[in-house]
Structures are given as C-alpha cells and as structure tokens.
C-alpha cells in the first residue's frame, strides 16, 4: 500500500511528532511505501494565489475556476503544487498529523487542502462524495488536542464532540472528494500526559494505523 | 465605534469584495472609524512560525506557549502580529469577509487567528468564553458559498447548515475569546446570481451592517 503522510508540526519532540514517527515506522516494518509531506520543514506555502498557476484564464480571479482551467491544461499548476498533486494521486491512504488550534487545522494545513484538492483534480461539478474524483483512497485524521475531553460534549464548554468539531475536515473536505474517512485517532489534554500514558498513547496508535492498513472501520458512508 | 474589517479574497470584483466595500461605506457614511486588513493585498504571512516572536523561550517550540512567554516580554511579537494584535485591541466590531473553501475560512484567514488570537493576548489559562479577554466586543462572519443552500441542511449533501459547519470560527474561536457572536450574512449558490440578486444581497448586507452597529443581535450567549 502506497500512504501519504501529511504532518504539519514544527516540533520534533512534540507528541505529534511523535504519533507520527510511530505510524511511519509501523507502516513501513509492514512493506507498505511511505511518502512524507513535512509542510513546515519543507516550507510550504498555504496562501492560495494566482503564482499557483503556470496558465491563468485571465478572467477575474477565481480559485477555483483558474485550477479547474489549469487541469485542462496539462497541470499547469506550479511545481509544489504539481508535486503534492502527484503523490496523492499515487497514494492509497493518506494520513493527516496535526494539532488542533481553533477547532481546526493550523493554516499550513488548511492551505495544502486549498491549493491541492483542486477542482478537476480532487473533485469537480456532479463529482463529490460518492462520486468524488480520490474514491477508493482512505484517509484517517489523527489530532491532537491541548483541551480536556469533558469541553469536547454537546453540553461541555465546546459544545460538541471533537468528531462533531472535525466536520469540516472530514466531511466537507475528505468525503467530498470521494475518499473513505477512517475512524480518527483524537488525543485530549496533550500537555499533562505521564510518561505511562505518553507511551500507551504509542501502542494505541500504533493498533490503529495496523488496523488502518488491513481493516477499515468506516466514519460513515457517504 | 471602531471597526476592523479583515478581508480574505484576491479579487476587486468578486461578491466578497463588494459586501466588504457596502459595509465599509455604510460605517464611514455612519461617522464609524473603519481599518481594514487586507490580508492578500497586505501579502500576510498565515503560518504560525519561530519568526513571529522577538523572544523566544529556548524550550521545545510549542507555539502558544511562546505566545504567552511573548506576552510576558512587552509584547515581543513580530511587527505584523503587533500591528494586528493592536489595531484587534482597539476595535469595538470585528466583521470578517471571506468565501468558504473546504466549509471553511481560506488558509490566509485561519493563519490570522493562529497568529493574532495570541494566548495572553486574546485568552489565557481561565480566560476562555465568558472570561474570555476579548469580551465586550462584537464580532461578525460573511461567509459567501459557492453551494447550494439545499446542500447546506442536516439531512443534505453537506450533512450540516453552513451555521453549524462555523462552529469552529463562531464558538471555538470568536466566542472562547469572550466575543460577542452576531448573526452572520450567508450567501449560497455565490455563482449564479443574476443582476438583480446581486444588488438586493448588497441592500441586504448594508441594513445587516446598520444593525451590526445599532442593534446587535446575539448568535447565542456563552
């Protein structure tokens, strides 16, 4: 199986790192082919601009309607973006690493789905959730959370579940583009964890990506 | 009243900019102070970085551990999160304007708020929603969608309203600072109006502004 790993972290001692350097190792004492996409290491730009294309329509600018416009025109998006595009395609599960800030991904991470999901290559008009242009890919989110569990309920001060909280990412972005959405692996109260829990938190993730290999277990069906 | 607009879209003539240009005409026509950060025209930086602090702690990079140590150290930010964090201080009313990708804000605009709602600054350990320490000012989304409304429902395509898909800005963000969260201006179908539509939603988003100012009408209370 060919698994994109898409980290955005600074920190190589974070606990992110961390889950992440488990997840890559696992997979590849299994012969599964790892790529890394490091965004902070390797500098990756997340604003969204009209540099992102090698062939524009010259109309008012529109995002969405300039990448649809490049797919037509052999990739003309720019090579950083060409790049991401290319080890998605290959890849048959991707896994997102990240911290939750604001009940979300940071921006680095927010900009790789902006610029590289792009209409014609991820999704296009009539192809979204079941008819999405990533179907057959599986995806799994793993984040990590500085809050304690008890804020993330319906009627705790966040006022709905982590899953609840993910919906953008999840549904609007990995479903809408046709991939199947594993179950995430979400870890509360980064800062105050033990050593025991610290390496638990380890094994634990370890079983999951195991199982995320040999046997999806489905968010839901779209 | 002082106003802050951030704005997140590239083109002078899309839907966003001209709401953005009706709301800053109708508070100026009002005797209201309006700054506007425009964050593609001001080309800002949304990755949360090392480079954002003049101070640094020298411990393993957790970012908003470095934000509270920055706050500590005479606001020891970099000059563009300064200039951000105080012209944030000094406004009664925030009002965003973006177009919704991913059912999200572009990654330029979610790096506005890893990089401005600093801890210190805007919460802080028990300073979080109605301790939250941007309390008493008020804060507004307009949101354009490409999609349809009828996507936009529980049991539709997206599986949620577009008002529940901003929990994250509205609750996990705006709200835990101790904002005030209005009612947002939504708009759907954002491609296909016709001419007419186009001026009602505008006559409709300077009478929402009118009230964002006079009389506020509350998302809900935290």
């Known amino acids: 199986m060919n698994v994109l790993v898409v980290y955005a972290h600074h920190e190589p001692k974070s606990l992110v790192a961390s889950l992440k350097n488990i997840a890559i190792s696992t997979l590849q004492a299994g012969d599964h082919a790892v790529v890394e996409t490091d965004l902070y290491a390797n500098g990756f730009t997340p604003v969204a601009n009209k540099y ?19 797919t037509l025109r052999d990739l003309g998006f720019a090579p950083d973006v060409v790049g991401e595009i290319q080890r998605l395609q290959e890849a048959d599960l991707v896994l997102f690493y990240f911290p939750v800030w604001w009940f979300s991904e940071p921006a680095i991470l927010k900009g790789w789905f902006d610029r590289v999901l ?28 500085g809050g304690p569990e ?28 046709g991939m199947d959405v594993l179950e995430p692996f979400l870890v509360y109260s980064s800062m105050n964890k033990t050593k025991d829990e610290y390496s638990s938190l380890l094994e634990r993730h370890r079983s ?9 277990r489905y968010l839901s069906k779209y």
């Open 150 to 177: 008890e804020y993330y309920q319906p009627l705790g001060k966040h006022k709905a579940t982590l899953k609840q909280i993910l919906h953008p990412i999840h549904h609007g972005t990995l479903a809408f583009c």
């Open 208 to 216: 999951a990506i195991e199982q995320a290999v040999t046997r999806p």
């Open 118 to 145: 792009a209409m014609g290559i991820a999704w296009d008009g009539g192809k979204i959730y079941e008819n999405g242009m990533l179907l057959g890919k599986k995806a799994m989110v793993v984040a990590v959370a």
């Open 52 to 70: 992102d294309f090698s062939t524009l329509t010259g109309k008012h600018f529109n995002y969405m309607l300039e990448q649809k416009h490049a």
